[in-house]
């Protein structure tokens, strides 16, 4: 190591991260160490103390700044930093190039810190490469595993390295330790990330693509990091959303790709609700019970003695499509959490035994009956070794008020039986039961969505219950909104930055009422582990497609994620309303590891993504699989009098698909997932006559202007039909992605010509 500095140059002495190490550099000013403080502004210096934090004790060498290059500020980030504290001299940045390294410390490189096949330190550093090479379209050297001194020595440029501190002292607000805190250091060579933990590590990776994606200009520009020091820590503990799965069908793929977006904020938990069923009073409490829809999505294999619990099996996961979506969440730092409801919300479970439902009351299960915990017992023996999670949740939601004591009786088995052959704990929807008999261990944590009656989240708590808040006030979203009375679709911004109490303060996971403070706790109590916000698909699959429930939860994730990481009114550097919604747009836009916004790549509004007057053949292939809207979609196309179409067979008669969608040509349906949606039966394409189609669509709708030939234009809206509890059906708007990969099919016989597909 150089032994003189030029003004130019940021020096530390050479250390491990766990030693103590003096700082001789004339720029650093003793000063007592500050961990919770605003992120400052450019001109702000940072000050490191005499005992100063182990981890910052490591220098990689020394680089000359680049002339003209001046460093930027730590641009504020979803979500936000506990601190950040930038060097006092002039234009020190770190670059990142396509020639930098990264390392990771060997003593560490193989711990997976809690989970034993959890992901290790390698692990992570692998999946963070191949993110800054999706950000960058940099041909990044590969990871490397050295000894943390001699990282330096093996560095042809820059240098992003990753370790872990052996006496961090991060803690939730609770005051319990975290292996989810990082701190970093930022020189001139190199960007060193200590983590609490693996996991901790993991995060702070993100940190620095989300700085990546605030400050780029464009692909292939330079990316310049500006210099200083940092440390970060969650509030809490538990940071996720729950999905309704069990009454809208999900790819794993598409899961997959919604854990990867969710980690990009350091969302840590993917509540999976795998079973469940409409409520449509008529159908269910009436002689067609067994016609209402219910789903399960783990499928047993086809000899299990369970194997007809399942209703549609094309609808449903096998053991290995869950496992493999398992371990992409967990290389990514999300933990699945896998719900199977009962004894309430098992229509599906009656449907397949009859034998088992309270009389009267199809989807709720008899719990005197003598087979029913048996067979409970059965279907989650047949599928904890599948899950990964050291929790699952077994619902237990909303069943009879008047069978308190069966119902407390069998959550406490269930903690029992699950315990006794997996060694993992469980979660149950609920509050207090009204029994004076009995109650429900305290080993059980407690996901609270309602209030029944008064203060019961905070007396949970003072009886040594672990809590979750899911209060729906805040934190319940639906499919598709009905208009009267129903949740919302996405999370209420003002809300959680501003409206959640009567004060007009911020959410965060300790607020459970907006009306009255004595319902809520402090934001530091032991026990309140952390918060889920639940997207429910009350109207069944057909309401949305896979793509709306992303535009859901895509800005609800990244507010939720700054309000369950930082608080409301707890870290002076927590994000105004106005510096999150300046940060969100780029970083929505920017999110590594998946594409669910369906963007092409070096297209933006206003450009064609191909325009063909003629196809040689059908079907034609494009190399563009689907284009997320707002679009517009023309096209001509003429069908033969002897095409499929006329047959009524939509199935067959593709015009054009993509990974996301599918047009026919009957109709003009739109199909996506499993589901239908034509056009008024009243529209038909007429054989061989020209018809000039154009589709616009963006995330609130679809809709379709044609013109057949010798005719006017008409104008359709693609919609669905909701069934609202069975009181009345309305209708809502759907929004699909552009089919954009195939033109044609072996099933289409005529013609399809000037074909345009342009970003809006």
């Known amino acids: 190591m150089a032994s003189h500095l030029s003004s130019n140059h940021v020096k530390f002495k050479v250390g491990r991260p766990d030693e103590h190490v003096a700082y001789s550099d004339p720029i650093v000013s003793p000063q007592p160490h500050v961990t919770d403080h605003p992120e400052t502004s450019n001109e702000s210096t940072y000050r490191l103390s005499s005992n100063p934090p182990i981890w910052l004790s490591w220098f990689l060498g020394v680089v000359l700044l680049a002339p003209g290059l001046r460093a930027a500020g730590h641009q504020p980030q979803i979500p936000s930093l506990q601190s950040f504290y930038p060097s006092d001299q002039l234009g020190q940045v770190f670059i990142l190039s396509s020639e930098t390294d990264i390392f990771v410390d060997e003593i560490y490189a193989f711990d997976s810190g809690s989970h034993s096949n959890g992901p290790t330190l390698l692990d992570f550093a692998e999946t963070f490469r191949s993110d800054l090479v999706h950000m960058t379209s940099f041909a990044l050297p590969p990871v490397k595993v050295t000894p943390f001194s001699q990282a330096h020595l093996n560095s042809s440029g820059s240098a992003i390295v990753l370790t872990l501190s052996s006496s961090s002292n991060h803690t939730l607000y609770s005051g319990i330790p975290t292996p989810e805190a990082y701190d970093f250091l930022v020189s001139n060579s190199s960007y060193v990330i200590s983590g609490s933990g693996p996991i901790g590590a993991w995060w702070g990776t993100r940190t620095l693509l989300q700085q990546l994606a605030l ?12 210099a200083g020091i940092g440390t970060d820590s969650p509030g809490w503990e538990v940071r996720g959303f729950m999905l309704d799965a069990g009454r809208h069908w999900y790819t794993t793929e598409f899961l997959a790709e919604v854990c ?57 996961w096998s053991s290995t499509s869950f496992a493999d979506l398992q371990t992409h969440c967990a290389q990514r730092g999300v933990t699945i959490v896998p719900e199977i409801d009962t004894p309430g919300h098992s229509l599906v479970i009656s449907q397949w035994r009859p034998q088992l439902m309270l009389n009267g009351t199809p989807d709720s299960l008899n719990l005197s009956y003598p087979e029913t915990i048996p067979t409970i017992h059965s279907i989650w023996s047949q599928f904890l070794p599948w899950f990964s999670s050291t929790e699952v949740s077994i619902g237990a939601d909303e069943y009879l008020p008047s069978l308190a004591d069966q119902y407390i009786s069998f959550v406490n088995e269930m903690s029992s039986y699950i315990g006794g052959i997996s060694g993992k704990s469980i979660r149950a929807w609920g509050t207090y039961e009204p029994s004076n008999t009995s109650s429900v261990s305290t080993n059980v944590t407690i996901q609270h969505w309602d209030f029944p009656s008064a203060s019961i989240p905070r007396d949970l708590l003072h009886s040594g219950y672990r809590v979750i808040n899911s209060e729906q006030t805040f934190l319940y979203l639906d499919g598709k909104f009905p208009g009267e009375g129903g949740f919302p679709q996405t999370l209420n911004i003002s809300l959680l930055f501003s409206g959640a109490t009567a004060e007009g303060d911020g959410w965060a996971p300790h607020i459970f009422s907006a009306n009255d403070p004595a319902n809520n706790t402090a934001y530091n109590t032991v026990g309140l582990r952390g918060a889920i916000f639940a997207l429910w698909n009350d109207w069944g699959t057909n309401a949305t497609t896979p793509l709306e429930t992303y535009y859901q939860l895509s800005q609800s994730l990244a507010v939720f994620a700054e309000k369950t990481w930082a608080g409301s009114g707890i870290r002076a550097s927590e994000l105004t309303m106005e510096q999150f919604e ?8 920017r999110a590594p590891g998946q594409n669910l916004n369906r963007a092409v790549k070096n297209k933006t509004s206003g450009d064609v993504v191909f325009a063909f007057e003629k ?38 008669a593709e015009l054009f698909m993509g ?20 056009l008024p039966p009243a529209f038909q394409l007429k054989p061989d006559i020209w018809t000039n189609v154009t589709i616009q669509a963006t995330k609130e709708y679809t809709l379709a202007s044609v013109v057949q030939e010798g005719g006017h234009s008409e104008t359709y ?11 009345y059906l309305t209708q809502a708007n759907m929004s699909f992605a552009a089919p954009s990969a195939t033109i044609g099919s072996e099933g289409f016989r005529g013609d399809i010509a000037n074909v345009m597909l342009r970003i809006d």
């Open 215 to 226: 400050s780029e200009q464009g692909y292939n520009a330079t990316y310049t990091f500006p």
């Open 615 to 652: 196809l040689p053949s059908l079907p034609f292939h494009t190399g563009v699989e689907s284009v997320g809207p707002p679009y517009t979609f023309s096209f001509s196309v003429r069908p033969s009098a002897s095409d499929v179409q006329t047959t009524g067979d939509i199935t067959v």
């Open 717 to 727: 809206w693609y919609q669905t039909t909701l069934n609202i509890w069975g009181d």
């Open 659 to 678: 990974t996301d969608s599918a047009l026919f040509a009957s109709s003009l349906t739109f199909s996506s997932n499993t589901e239908y949606y034509p």
């Open 260 to 316: 990867t977006y969710a980690s990009f904020f350091k969302i840590n938990e993917f509540h999976i609700h795998a079973s469940d069923n409409l409520w449509i009073p008529s159908l269910l409490y009436g002689p067609d019970w067994r016609s209402l829809y219910s789903g399960f999505r783990f499928e047993p294999p086809q000899d299990s003695p369970i194997a007809g619990l399942v209703p549609y099996r094309n609808e449903s």
């Open 582 to 589: 300046a940060a969100y747009p780029p970083l929505n836009a």
